[in-house]
């Protein structure tokens, strides 16, 4: 087991997200992870009152568009080497209400210097979002397609998340069903 993980408690934080509640570990280092679905009853529960406050207070202003920062510490424990980097060039590269393809943030990352095949970098960017286990806070939601709004974990729930929070960051309109902020 990783170091950091061995000390993860989960908190669940409500949500006006399509895909329901987020669940997300906690560790002393910072955020470890973060469910979108299927993560009910982990355990064990978090108790600490200051880490459950600070998650649901600032990812409840980030949903309802009073912030633009999560500014939680990410405990990296869950990814390494290349994988890490991608999401850590992402943080940096991409802010709100920005996005970036594919194929542009494995450029950007660094990690594909000796790639030739062509595409084989982006697609493996798209399986690395999908691997990203602090999400929302590493906004793998800012990743698209060189040709439309691309994938998402979850299915089509999974591409609902990446519409509304793509919406709630002004990249996309808003449509007749929006339930978020504006």
Avoid at 12 to 40: C, D, I, K, M, N
Avoid at 77 to 94: F, I, W
Avoid at 140 to 162: N, S, Y
Wanted: overall charge negative; some cysteine.
């Amino acid at each position: 087991m990783a170091e950091g993980t061995a000390a993860m408690s989960w908190l669940t934080v409500e949500t006006p997200l399509p895909s329901g509640p987020l669940h997300v570990a906690v560790t002393a280092q910072g955020v470890a992870a973060v469910g979108y679905l299927g993560r009910e009853g982990e355990l064990p529960r978090c108790a600490d009152p200051s880490k459950i406050a600070a998650v649901t207070g600032r990812v409840g202003e980030y949903l309802q568009g009073r912030r633009r920062q999560l500014d939680l510490p990410i405990d990296w424990s869950l990814s390494t080497g290349p994988h890490r980097a991608v999401l850590q060039a992402l943080l940096r590269e991409v802010p709100f209400g920005r996005t970036i393809t594919y194929g542009e943030l494995a450029s950007r990352s660094g990690v594909f210097g000796e790639v030739e095949e062509p595409g084989l970098a982006a697609r493996t960017v798209g399986q690395m979002m999908a691997a990203n286990p602090v999400a929302l806070l590493v906004p793998c939601h800012r990743v698209v397609a060189a040709d439309g709004i691309g994938g998402f974990g979850g299915g089509r729930v999974g591409i609902d998340v990446k519409r509304w929070l793509l919406t709630l960051e002004g990249v996309l309109e808003p449509t007749l069903d929006w339930n978020g902020p504006l």
